[in-house]
Structures are given as structure tokens and as C-alpha cells.
């Protein structure tokens, strides 16, 4: 599968746009009109910095208001045409997007469109250049593909032909029903876009929130398994007009792309060969990533710290104990309750003000080999850890919100090979404990990289995106959406605290994670950790009145809940009982038992948490 990028995806200059795509690894680009009139460069100096990087200049773009206009209003169109002719030859690129007219639409007639059409092919032909006439959602009269096809079909010339773009196809509520009949002459172009469901004017959907295959709700596997079956022969190219991209360091967003693109290829070539087609049939050949590896379990959870006597007391209190210190490496230790595993780095360089954060999160997966390769084609950045020879291979990558992420091997026992280099022995890492597992890991995303950590655990990690809510906090809406694998064995809520909030003295960068470990008698976990002198986040009395109000519980219950500085929270399936830690750095921890088949994560009191987070935090900010 050829691809190709639009440079309005990306930020930057022509030139930064064009590196950028190229180091990701797309075939082509699309060039812009905007990008190439404000660039110093010639047609021909971009024409030679394509050839250099190897980048084929696909199509040039957008061509608009040029055809469906009144007769006396066409020569005016020809002529621009011709100027635009002219720069592409010099420019290099065979293919010219003519857009339905939005804006000076003066016929309506499909025989008298095609002549103004035919008559526009007649000159391209003229360049060697090809006309791509594609249906804009918003387009005056011509606003649906069908249509617009129609009328190329009436044109009935070589160079003219249509370009089809998922969004504006799927906004409108239409289908591709119909796209795998086509002639595949006549298909000149395809854009790829996706976009979460909004109830909002076409345009302004189309023009801000546009976003790459997988980040949004449209069916892009539908619509490239059709132009699979079609036998399109083009380029599957990404047309993404998206505020947060405009501003985003172009590398990121470029490889974002292309990730996402390898990812609906491997997902169409999965619906293909279930459909019993090959999906390596010429010429739209889609090909496979390694199989995905869902994790099978938690490995570990790391933490990185400045203040290792405060975080190891933190696990003592919860009642972790230390499974001993890694035998070559100084400053990483290793704390185990049951079968959560805890490694802390010491790391005398992180940030006084945010002493410790949640640096890693360990996967066991059946392939940590297939899981690194896949990573790897997803273009993945790899950690690099210093190894010794006799150590476990963890393979790691970066996420988007620079936490690590490693895939180690799955063992029977759930033990992993590498907790031996901390000296443990394997026997008593499976004792009997009141923690009976990571329950949920809970990550803070920047906004502007929300889109890509989403598609970044989907297609690394298998996990699927639950419905997003929003969870009200005294510095903002906080936005919180779950990841979680098919199994549930991983669950990994993502929220998006308040950009730079102005009041308060937290801010959305130090906006807290956290670790959520699961047990099955919290009031023993809650006694335990109190002995043990553990700071709980506080709970306000008006919260237990209101639980009284809200579930109609029993004073007992009620008094325990009290007691031990607990929240409830209860759905159809059952009930949910947590504490909170107070944070350290950057990160806490929560203490949750479910009882029941209860499925949520307590978000009703989540607004709890956050005001009493912020009360701390502006405590010891001295402002209250
Ligand atoms: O929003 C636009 O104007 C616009 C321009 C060119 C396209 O290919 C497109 O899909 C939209
Ligand atoms: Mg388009």
C-alpha cells in the first residue's frame, strides 16, 4: 500500500513538512497550496528536496471553485487552471484536486458539469496532468460522492477522474457501499480521514477535529477493504485539518500517521482474508503487522524518585515488602506484595518539585519478541536500558506521555525470570497477601497528544477505548476515558487534566497518576496502612451524609466506611470500596476492592478526590 500525507497535517514549514514525512517513512505527500505559496523555495528546489529525501509529490491541492460555474464565469476558471498546470509541471506532481464548488456553484445540471469538466481534462491532458473532482461535504450542489462520480463517469475523459474522501463521505451519514464496483480508472485519488461522532456544522467538524484512522468512530476498515476489492491503484493518502496537529512537534504527528495507517492496513487485511480474499492480491497489496500481543498480565509497575525513603515507606505502609536490590544495577530496587511487583529507581536528578513519578509499566505478553517486532513496525520509539549479558530482555518503547512501556515473558507461575536478579526467591513472591493485583493504572495525557496515546495503546497494546467522561475538579473538567484489554487483565484509564490552570497550585503538567492496587478486605489494607502511619487522602463528612442519601446505606456500614476514610460507589453489578493515598510527586495510589461483578472505577467520587487534592496541594502551597 503506497502512502501519503497531506502536507495540512502537519506543522511547520514546507520544507520541515517534507523531512518529516520522509523520516516517518510515508511514499508521497500531498503538497498544499498554502504551503507552497508562503515557502522562499522554487517549484523546483521542493521538486529536488522530494527527489533527495525520496518522496513522491502525489497531488497538488485544493483546486476550488473551478467547475459548476456559470458559462460566462468558465474561461476565468481555464485560466487559472493553466497557471496552476504550469507550476505543477514545474513542481513535478501528475495529480490536481478540483473540489466541488461551495461558493460559486451556478449550474446544477450533471451533463453540463461534465462539459466544464471535460473541457478542464482537455487542458490537463494537455500538462500530462490528471483532474481528481471530489465531492465536498459541504460542496453547493455536488456534496456526495455518487454524484460526483456520476458526473466523472459523463466526462468521460482520461485525465478526468474522482478523488474519494472518507470524511466526507462518513460525516454526512453515507456509505462506501458501492466503492469496490468502481472502475478503477477512473478512481485518480483516496484521502483518509477519521473523526469522533460530533453533533456540530459539517465544516467546522471537517476543518478542526479531523484525526487519524483509529482515533475517531468512522469505519475506515470498511472503506479500504472495498478499495481493496476495487483494485485501486493510488495512493492511500491521510487528510487530516486538526487544530492540536497545526501546533504539535511535525515528527510526532508524522509518525502518528503512519502508524495509523499500518494499523488500518493490518486491520483490513484481517477483514479481507476473513472474507476469504487475499490481501496480498495486486495492485492495493495490504500487508500484515506481527500478530498483536495482548498482555496477559501486569509485570510490574515502576516508579522513579529523588525521595526513595518516603516512596519505599509508601509501599511498607501498603504493605509491600522488599524482594531485594537489582544485582547490578545501584540504584533500582524491586518491592513485591502477592503478584504486584513494584520497582523503584532512585533518580537523584528527577525535579525537586516533582520528586517522583510513575516512570514504567511492565507487560507479560506470550511473544515480548513478536510484541517488540510489531512495536517496532508501528514505528514505536525503543528504550534503551543498559543490559547485562546474563540478564532478561525487557523490550521497552516510549508512550506518547513519555511513560515506558516493557514486554517481558509470561510464565506459568506469573513470576517473572528478571525478579531473580533482584534475588528473590520465586517461592515467596506468590505468598498469600491482602494486594491481589494492579486493579488499574491510571495516566494523565497531555491534550494535545490525547489522539495518539489512544491509537498508541490500541495498536501496541490491543486495548480498546471505552466511552470518555468528565469528571469536574475545582481547577477544571478533568476528561477521563478507559483502555482496557479484551480480558480486562489490563485496564488503564486516561485523563486529560485542565490545560495551565490559573488558579490553584497544581497545573495540568503536574496533574497526578496513579497506581490502583485491587484487594479483597480493604478495611484490613485500610488498618494495616494506618498502623503503619500511611497519610490517607481526607474525606469530607459531607460526602458520608450524601452516600447516606444516595444508596440509603446502613449506619454500620456508613460508620466503617467512615472510619477508615473510604469511598463507595455501587452500579447494577455490584460495589467498589477505595482509598487514596496523599500523592508523592507526582503519582499516588488507590486501594480498591470490588465486590461483585461492579465494572466501573468510581467516578462519582472522583470530583471528591480532586477537591481534596487540590485542598492539600494549596495547604502546602500556603494560599489556604
Ligand atoms: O476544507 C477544505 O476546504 C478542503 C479542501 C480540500 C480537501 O480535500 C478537503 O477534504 C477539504
Ligand atoms: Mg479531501
Known sequence: MRTSIATVCLSGTLEEKMQAAALAGFDGIEVFEQDLVVSPSSPEDLRGLAAELGLSLDMYQPFRDGVEVAPEDFPDSLRRLRAKFELMKRL???????????????????????????????????????????????????????????????????????????????SRGDTVDGVESLDP???????????????????????????????????????????????????????????????????????????????????????????????????????????????????????????????????????????????????????????VRMVIAEDLEASLEQPTRLAALGFQVDSPDDAAHRASRLLAPVVSRTQQPDETVLHGVVAPDATEIFFGPHTDSGVPPWLEEFGADPAEATSESLITGVDHVNLAQPWQHYDEAVLFLTSLLDLHAQPAQEVAGPSGLVRSQVMRSADETVRIPLNVAPTAAEQGAYTGAAYPEHVALACTDIVAVARRA???????????????????????????????????????????????????????????????????????FGAPNAPVRLAAQYRTWEEAAGTI
Not at 462520480?149 to 485525465?159: M, W
Not at 481526607?538 to 466506611?561: G, H, I, K, Q, S
Open 530 to 600: 494506618r498502623r503503619r502511619g500511611l497519610t490517607f487522602l481526607p474525606v469530607p463528612e459531607n460526602y458520608y451524609e450524601d452516600l447516606v442519601a444516595r444508596f440509603d446505606l446502613a449506619p454500620d456500614v456508613v460508620a466503617e466506611l467512615r472510619e477508615h476514610g473510604l469511598l463507595y460507589d455501587r452500579d447494577e453489578h455490584g460495589e467498589f470500596l477505595h482509598f487514596y493515598t496523599a500523592t508523592l510527586g507526582e503519582v499516588f495510589v488507590e486501594v480498591v476492592e470490588r465486590r461483585g461483578g461492579y465494572r466501573g
Open 185 to 339: 480508472e477512473k478512481l485518480f485519488f483516496v484521502q483518509l480521514a477519521d473523526a469522533p461522532l460530533l453533533k456540530q456544522d459539517i465544516l467546522s467538524w471537517s476543518r478542526h477535529h479531523r484525526v487519524f484512522p483509529g482515533e475517531g468512530d468512522f469505519d475506515l476498515v470498511d472503506v479500504l477493504t472495498r478499495l481493496h476489492e476495487c483494485g485501486y491503484a493510488g495512493p492511500v493518502s491521510l487528510e487530516i485539518f486538526n487544530d492540536a496537529f497545526r501546533q504539535a512537534d511535525v515528527h510526532r504527528t508524522a509518525v502518528d500517521g503512519l502508524r495509523s495507517l499500518r494499523w488500518l492496513e493490518d486491520q483490513t487485511a484481517d477483514a479481507v482474508r476473513a472474507a476469504g480474499e487475499d490481501p496480498a492480491r495486486e495492485p492495493l497489496v495490504l500487508v500484515d503487522l506481527p500478530d498483536p500481543q495482548p498482555p496477559r498480565a501486569w509485570d510490574f509497575v515502576e516508579l522513579r524518585t529523588s525521595k526513595l525513603g518516603q516512596t519505599t515507606r509508601l509501599l511498607h505502609q501498603l504493605g509491600f515488602e522488599l524482594a531485594g536490590h537489582h544485582r547490578s544495577k545501584d540504584t533500582v530496587q524491586a518491592w513485591t506484595q502477592g503478584p
Open 92 to 170: 513535478g506532481t501528475p495529480v490536481l484536486l478540483m473540489c466541488s464548488n461551495v461558493a460559486t456553484a451556478a449550474l446544477n445540471d450533471d451533463q453540463a458539469i461534465a462539459d466544464q469538466l471535460r473541457q478542464a481534462g482537455d487542458m490537463a491532458a494537455e500538462y500530462g496532468i490528471k483532474l481528481a473532482y471530489e465531492a465536498l461535504a459541504w460542496g453547493k450542489n455536488v456534496n456526495d460522492w455518487r454524484r460526483a462520480h456520476h458526473i466523472v463517469e459523463l466526462a468521460d475523459h482520461p485525465a478526468v477522474g474522482t478523488c474519494l474522501d472518507s470524511f466526507h463521505i462518513l
